[in-house]
């Protein structure tokens, strides 16, 4: 009766793990949609992703690398759902850097 008790228990708490996402192909980046808003049709949210560096060059090619990434994993829009200017101290001296978080989707 006591190892019937402990098998149940233990089979409750054994938990398969979740599934792996799904894998799509990659898309090209000249495709890719900058989207404000969240598509209204179905879509599969890929990961998030955050820029930060200091406007200009620097954020230009946080962003081309963002895009590429983005493009590889086969997302097909990326949707802004953030994007803020703030002063920093980097190396004693007080720079404005520009955070932008991005959604990667796939619809």
Same mark, same amino acid.
């Given at each position: 009766?006591?190892a019937v008790a402990v098998h149940l228990c233990t089979a409750c708490a054994t938990r398969k793990p979740p599934p792996a996402?799904?894998? @799509? /192909?990659?898309? !090209? =980046?000249?495709? &890719?949609?900058?989207?404000? @808003? &969240? /598509?209204?049709?179905? @879509?599969? !949210? &890929?990961?998030?992703?955050?820029?930060?560096? $200091? /406007?200009?060059?620097? @954020?230009?090619?946080?962003? %081309?690398?963002?895009? =590429?990434?983005?493009?590889? *994993?086969?997302?097909?829009?990326?949707?802004?759902?953030?994007? *803020? $200017?703030?002063?920093? *101290?980097?190396?004693?001296? &007080? %720079?404005?850097?520009?955070?932008?978080?991005?959604?990667?989707?796939?619809?």
């Amino acid at each position: 009766m006591i190892a019937v008790a402990v098998h149940l228990c233990t089979a409750c708490a054994t938990r398969k793990p979740p599934p792996a996402p799904p894998v @799509y /192909p990659p898309t !090209s =980046e000249s495709s &890719l949609k900058q989207l404000t @808003y &969240l /598509p209204s049709v179905h @879509y599969y !949210s &890929l990961e998030t992703v955050t820029i930060e560096a $200091e /406007p200009g060059n620097q @954020y230009a090619a946080a962003l %081309k690398e963002a895009r =590429e990434g983005a493009a590889s *994993k086969g997302a097909n829009a990326m949707v802004l759902m953030q994007d *803020k $200017e703030f002063p920093q *101290k980097v190396n004693r001296q &007080l %720079k404005t850097i520009r955070r932008t978080v991005f959604q990667v989707v796939r619809f």
